[in-house]
Nanobody
Framework: QVQLVESGGGLVQPGGSLTLSCAASGFPFSSEVMNWYRQTPGTQRELVATITSNGGHTNYVPSVRGRFTISRDNAKSMLYLQMNSLHSVDTAVYYC????????????WGQGTQVTVSS
């Protein structure tokens, strides 16, 4: 079955950096667009970054562009999010995501990893 397992979250001071990882299995990772989302309490999940199947194209929400970098290693079925110059507003639970089809049940999420930016 499809599994997405995030890791790498934690507490970091403003201006600091973190790298999130997502281990994927159960589907043809190298054929799929992958996404990172984030969510804070009481809000909807926000799409943060997207990367095409071969890693050739990426897209970011404007608030993180220039600070975050999404990447992937198709040989290892791994997705990454390098986060630099973190602000308190980046505090959220970050989720790895893949959408494998047109139905709601075709969309998969990891369990999430908490990122807290605080001094």
């Amino acid at each position: 079955q499809v599994q997405l397992v995030e890791s790498g979250g934690g507490l970091v001071q403003p201006g600091g950096s973190l790298t999130l990882s997502c281990a994927a299995s159960g589907f043809p990772f190298s054929s799929e667009v992958m996404n990172w989302y984030r969510q804070t309490p009481g809000t909807q999940r926000e799409l943060v970054a997207t990367i095409t199947s071969n890693g050739g194209h990426t897209n970011y929400v404007p608030s993180v562009r220039g600070r975050f970098t999404i990447s992937r290693d198709n040989a290892k079925s791994m997705l990454y999010l390098q986060m630099n110059s973190l602000h308190s507003v980046d505090t959220a639970v970050y989720y790895c995501n893949v959408d494998l089809g047109p139905n709601d049940e075709d969309e998969y999420w990891g369990q999430g990893t908490q990122v807290t930016v605080s001094s």
